[in-house]
């Protein structure tokens, strides 16, 4: 009788706390929403490098490649391998969904080290990399869990919920847990590496502004390439294991 209580007790507390907020934000104001404009604005940044760099490689493809060409095949290759390594034979459809997911996370890692965000004033807050706000890991994340479901329903059809049950029926509330916390792991994973590596730089700069900073810079570099690959590792791994339907 009390169990009805306790879970609109529940979604009430999950409520309050989404509208904590740590800092101060700017946001726009559209209609009745109020729209987190940071995350926007650099977002839009790094997907307009994004497309830039893609119009630029195959506006002129030639037939002995040059450097710029060279680059980018490199890097469709990297993510096709990396796709089939960790889905199969089958991993044709997912290379665009998989790409997508890191060379957005790595624009946008490297975005926070690289272009100085800190130089534009807003009237509230200041702009970062868009993976260092936890709505945008949230929103990478997502997508991923609707395409692990969608893979396994596409493949097996209904047949697919038969792996909660597997190896024994007493694993299905652990088995069902588990698909909830794949996207939670995800997004806070990258979102806390992210604002750890961009929160070391800054309390380094003010300490020892000289000298200490830089190795520190080159190093956030190499972990926020590492984050990127995780992920989209990670998303492309539980793709191919809801369609091999094996844990």
Same mark, same amino acid.
């Given at each position: 009788?009390?169990v009805?209580?306790?879970?609109?007790?529940?979604?009430?507390?999950?409520?309050d706390?989404?509208?904590?907020?740590?800092?101060?934000?700017?946001?726009?104001?559209?209609?009745?929403?109020?729209?987190?404009?940071?995350?926007?604005?650099?977002?839009?940044?790094?997907?307009?490098?994004?497309?830039?760099?893609?119009?630029?490689a195959?506006r002129?493809?030639?037939?002995?490649?040059?450097?710029?060409?060279?680059?980018?095949?490199?890097?469709?290759?990297?993510?096709?391998d990396?796709?089939?390594?960790?889905?199969?034979?089958?991993?044709?459809?997912?290379?665009?969904?998989?790409?997508?997911? !890191?060379?957005?996370?790595?624009?946008?890692?490297?975005?926070?080290? #690289?272009?100085?965000?800190? %130089?534009i @004033?807003?009237?509230? $807050?200041?702009?970062?990399a868009?993976?260092?706000?936890?709505?945008?890991?949230?929103?990478?994340a997502?997508?991923?869990?609707?395409?692990?479901?969608?893979?396994?329903?596409?493949?097996?059809?209904l047949?697919?919920?038969?792996k909660?049950?597997?190896?024994?029926?007493?694993?299905?509330?652990?088995?069902?847990?588990?698909?909830?916390?794949?996207?939670?792991?995800?997004?806070?994973?990258?979102?806390?590496?992210?604002?750890?590596?961009?929160?070391?730089?800054?309390?380094?700069?003010?300490?020892?502004?000289?000298?200490?900073?830089?190795?520190?810079?080159f190093?956030?570099? !190499?972990?926020?390439?590492?984050?990127?690959?995780?992920?989209?590792? #990670?998303?492309?791994?539980? %793709?191919? @294991?809801?369609?091999? $339907?094996?844990?």
């Open positions: 009788m009390n009805l209580p306790c879970s609109i007790n529940t979604l009430k507390g999950l409520y706390i989404s509208g904590v907020e740590v800092g101060q934000h700017f946001y726009w104001q559209i209609g009745g929403f109020q729209v987190h404009a940071q995350v926007l604005i650099t977002s839009w940044v790094v997907i307009a490098i994004l497309l830039g760099s893609a119009t630029i195959v002129n493809p030639q037939t002995i490649p040059t450097a710029g060409q060279n680059f980018f095949e490199y890097v469709l290759e990297f993510i096709r990396l796709s089939k390594t960790q889905i199969g034979e089958e991993y044709g459809p997912w290379v665009p969904f998989i790409g997508t997911m !890191f060379l957005f996370i790595f624009v946008s890692n490297w975005s926070g080290a #690289l272009l100085p965000w800190k %130089i @004033e807003l009237p509230h $807050g200041e702009l970062a868009p993976t260092n706000d936890i709505n945008t890991t949230v929103a990478l997502l997508p991923t869990s609707v395409a692990y479901f969608y893979a396994g329903l596409s493949k097996k059809g047949g697919y919920f038969a909660y049950i597997q190896p024994t029926p007493i694993l299905l509330p652990i088995n069902i847990l588990e698909d909830f916390t794949k996207p939670l792991s995800l997004s806070f994973r990258l979102f806390g590496n992210i604002l750890a590596d961009e929160l070391v730089v800054v309390v380094l700069v003010s300490l020892v502004p000289s000298v200490v900073p830089i190795p520190v810079m190093l956030g570099l !190499f972990t926020s390439g590492i984050q990127a690959l995780i992920f989209a590792t #990670l998303a492309a791994a539980y %793709i191919g @294991e809801s369609m091999e $339907g094996h844990h």
